[in-house]
């Protein structure tokens, strides 16, 4: 149905206590990238907040295809979205359960601009105050949409968060506000190794990957403050984002303030894998 005629009646979990997890997966050429990578994390959220599955792998794949089919666009993003439901309003799991409610929408997938590409863009860091399972993709995002909204009141593209004490941890990296970062130092491509503190990202394993297959000496590894801010590039990816530069972190130049020949490298063979990914039957 069109989006405007969507509703969800107000007592649902999800609008009144944020209790539900989501999914964002990028459609090229009209296919869905990593569906099954998407599924599988999908599958850890719900885990993570004790949410039986309501769709199979194979029910999920028809709804997604369904929902590809009935928008229009090459390139879409598509937006899952699963709450424990509508039930009186009580902190603790209905009891019965009651069923989940289940919201899909396609949006435009719009690509980041060529000049955003060309001249990298810029971020700030923030204490991560966030809660300590960041690895649940959870709809209750406020903490990070605070967070987002101080890279947009200083005219940046993305917020880095380091755990610092004052967040139970011990001064290192975490991840972007909506995305995950990574170092290049010394032509070592950097990324914080996974954990409950951070989102396990679908475009970081496919860069990882791609690292990997090409003969790009990378490490996973903790990332400090002062390595973020010693760092030759820096690179954040994400769904939607794919992968991009950032080349002034509150107001310092990252390295020479040019996107490097680490973004401009693993950029294209982001985008060849995309195309080879897609080409196939
Ligand atoms: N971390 C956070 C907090 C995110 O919200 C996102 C996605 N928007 C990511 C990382 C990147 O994950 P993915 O590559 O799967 O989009």
Same mark, same amino acid.
């Given at each position: 149905?069109?989006? %405007?005629? &969507? +509703?969800?009646?107000?007592?649902?979990? %999800?609008?009144?206590? %944020?209790?539900?997890?989501?999914?964002?997966?990028?459609?090229? @050429?009209?296919?869905?990238?990593?569906?099954?990578?998407?599924?599988?994390?999908?599958?850890?959220?719900?885990?993570?907040i004790r949410l039986p599955n309501?769709?199979?792998? &194979?029910?999920?794949?028809?709804?997604?295809?369904?929902?590809?089919?009935?928008?229009?666009? #090459?390139?879409?993003?598509?937006?899952?979205?699963?709450?424990?439901?509508?039930?009186?309003?009580?902190?603790?799991?209905?009891?019965?359960?009651? =069923?989940? =409610?289940?919201?899909?929408?396609?949006?435009?997938?719009?690509?980041?601009?060529?000049?955003?590409?060309? +001249?990298?863009? @810029? &971020?700030? =860091?923030?204490?991560?105050?966030?809660?300590?399972?960041?690895?649940?993709?959870?709809?209750?995002?406020?903490?990070?949409?605070?967070?987002?909204?101080?890279?947009?009141?200083?005219?940046?593209?993305? /917020?880095?968060?380091?755990?610092?004490? &004052?967040?139970?941890?011990?001064?290192?990296? +975490?991840?972007?506000?909506?995305?995950?970062?990574?170092?290049?130092?010394n032509n070592v491509l950097c990324?914080?190794?996974?954990?409950?503190?951070?989102?396990?990202?679908? /475009?970081?394993?496919?860069?990882?990957?791609?690292?990997?297959?090409?003969?790009?000496?990378?490490?996973?590894?903790?990332?400090?403050?002062?390595?973020?801010?010693?760092?030759? #590039?820096?690179?954040? /990816?994400?769904? =939607?984002?794919?992968?991009?530069?950032?080349?002034?972190?509150? %107001?310092?130049?990252?390295?020479?303030?040019?996107?490097?020949?680490?973004? /401009?490298?693993?950029?294209?063979?982001?985008?060849?894998?995309? @195309? #080879?990914?897609?080409?196939?039957?």
């Amino acid at each position: 149905m069109p989006i %405007g005629e &969507a +509703t969800i009646p107000v007592l649902d979990r %999800g609008f009144i206590f %944020g209790d539900g997890v989501y999914e964002v997966i990028p459609v090229y @050429s009209r296919r869905a990238f990593r569906l099954s990578e998407h599924l599988k994390r999908l599958q850890a959220s719900l885990d993570g907040i004790r949410l039986p599955n309501p769709h199979s792998e &194979a029910g999920w794949g028809k709804l997604v295809d369904e929902l590809i089919a009935r928008n229009e666009g #090459e390139d879409q993003y598509l937006y899952l979205h699963i709450t424990r439901g509508v039930a009186k309003r009580d902190h603790a799991f209905p009891q019965p359960p009651v =069923t989940p =409610t289940v919201f899909m929408m396609s949006s435009p997938l719009l690509h980041p601009a060529a000049e955003l590409l060309a +001249t990298g863009v @810029s &971020a700030v =860091t923030a204490s991560d105050n966030r809660w300590l399972r960041c690895d649940i993709k959870a709809i209750s995002l406020l903490p990070n949409v605070l967070l987002r909204q101080l890279a947009v009141d200083a005219g940046c593209a993305e /917020t880095i968060l380091i755990r610092d004490e &004052a967040g139970g941890g011990d001064g290192f990296m +975490t991840e972007g506000a909506a995305s995950n970062i990574f170092i290049n130092k010394n032509n070592v491509l950097c990324a914080p190794p996974k954990n409950s503190l951070m989102l396990p990202g679908i /475009t970081y394993d496919v860069v990882l990957e791609l690292a990997a297959a090409h003969h790009i000496p990378f490490e996973v590894r903790k990332i400090g403050k002062a390595e973020l801010f010693s760092a030759d #590039e820096i690179l954040l /990816t994400s769904s =939607t984002r794919e992968v991009m530069p950032i080349t002034l972190l509150d %107001g310092k130049p990252v390295g020479n303030g040019k996107p490097g020949p680490m973004f /401009t490298r693993l950029y294209s063979l982001y985008q060849n894998f995309k @195309s #080879e990914v897609m080409r196939q039957p």
